[in-house]
């Protein structure tokens, strides 16, 4: 299990090493939180009371997560993507796009078919929320600017490809940053972030009450799917 060279989940070894346990657990937690806002995961939290967070968690998996393996790993590399540019660059990243999905192995509607369908869902969304800053993003429809362009790939360390690269180049027209995050055991490790993402409830639970809650909603992703 491993971690992005700059993760910045905060728990360390004693000899300055990431710890698996915390970075899986850190991993889960942004993967929850780019599908499930903190007040709906309150409200889940209040239905599912009475049947334990087992129960929660296996609904998250059944209705939240997507269950085809190419959905997961699109989704884990947008949310790592995410954390990547607010946690170490520190960008505003005020829209989770997957928290807009209709339906989990689906693409979010309305979202990349083109720059300006992308502007006016980011404004929409942020005006939802209440915040000017949809406003000011929405102006950019009548408006000349200019986009900085970043691409993000998540590859597994072992296959590592530098063709993957150079295949974009023909397609890149204008300058573009190109960040590659490589994982050990990619494929394992967006499995085991799903999972914690599923548990996620449970020790953010288990915080609140002083305790320690590895695991204990018992959520098997591989068995959940049936």
């Known amino acids: 299990m491993g971690c992005p060279t700059s993760c910045t989940c905060g ?14 657990d850190w991993l889960g937690h942004e993967l929850l939180r780019n599908y499930v806002p903190a007040d709906e995961l309150n409200v889940l939290e209040a239905v599912f ?57 689906q693409p979010v ?28 993003i929405g102006q950019l ?24 690269v150079e295949r974009l180049e023909p397609e890149l027209t204008e300058q573009t940053e190109v960040t590659v995050i490589r994982l050990p055991e990619l494929r394992d490790l967006i499995g085991d972030a799903y999972a914690s993402a599923a548990t996620a409830p449970a020790r953010i639970a288990a915080r609140r009450n002083g305790g320690s809650a590895h695991g204990t909603a018992g959520a098997d992703r591989g068995q959940s799917r049936g």
């Open 141 to 164: 429809l009548v408006s000349e600017f200019r986009v900085e362009r970043h691409i993000v790939l998540v590859q597994d360390e072992r296959h590592r490809d530098r063709r993957v």
């Open 49 to 105: 009371r009475d049947l334990g967070l087992p129960e929660l968690a296996d609904h998250l998996i059944k209705h939240k997560f997507p269950s085809d393996p190419k959905v997961c790993s699109g989704d884990f590399g947008e949310a790592l993507s995410g954390a990547l540019f607010r946690r170490v660059r520190r960008w505003c990243v005020p829209i989770l796009k997957l928290r807009y999905k209709h339906r989990p192995d």
């Open 11 to 24: 728990h360390l070894t004693a000899n300055n090493e990431v710890d698996p346990q915390a970075a899986q």
């Open 109 to 136: 509607q309305g979202v990349m078919g083109d720059l300006l369908s992308s502007i006016t869902f980011v404004a929409a969304r942020l005006s939802e929320r209440g915040l000017t800053l949809g406003s000011h």
